[in-house]
């Protein structure tokens, strides 16, 4: 289908110098299957099993090694050949990461907790090696899974 964003000046990713009020076709970017965004960053997944990212690059979220804004759709090469996303991957954008999980395992990229180095690049998750993801949830540096009968919550937990 066809991907539209929708956002602000001071809020979501600043893919415009204007303000957005009304969605708009994201050029570049057909049949993608699946999507998500983030308060500064998005990631989507095409039909072709490629990953692309856009936004905020603070922290590596976007996963391309560089600390740098992407204004439009970048592809993730990481996420080639055989390592190639399947369209029925789950997504998520927490406050500074991105994570992905599919068939071959869970990966997430960026400042993923308060303290040390942020992952510049997608890493596989492995203390979720094995399990079968079947949703994830993030915010700033807490996450959320829910695999097989089992609810797995992790990171700071200053508000419960």
């Known amino acids: 289908g066809n991907t539209h964003t929708y956002n602000s000046k001071t809020h979501s990713i600043k893919m415009e110098v204007e303000p957005q009020p009304k969605p708009k076709l994201i050029h570049g970017l057909d049949n ?3 999507m998500a965004a983030g308060v500064n960053h998005s990631v989507c997944v095409t039909e072709a099993g490629s990953v692309f990212t856009w936004g905020c690059g603070d922290y590596g979220r976007l996963g391309h090694g560089v600390q740098k804004d992407e204004l ?3 592809r993730l090469e990481w996420f080639s050949g055989p390592r190639a996303a399947p369209t029925e991957c789950l997504l998520t954008c927490g406050g500074t990461s991105t994570m992905l999980s599919g068939p071959h395992g869970t990966f997430w990229w960026g400042k993923v907790k308060t303290s040390g180095d ?3 690049t997608p890493m596989m ?3 979720l090696r094995g399990w079968h993801v079947r949703s994830l949830s993030a915010s700033k540096t807490t996450f959320g ?3 097989e009968s089992s609810a797995i919550l ?6 419960g």
């Not at 992790?154 to 508000?159: E, L, P, R, V």
């Open 32 to 34: 993608v299957t699946n």
């Open 72 to 74: 439009r759709p970048r």
């Open 118 to 120: 942020a992952m510049m």
């Open 145 to 147: 899974v829910s695999a």
């Open 125 to 127: 998750c492995d203390d």
């Open 154 to 159: 992790w990171g700071q937990a200053i508000h």
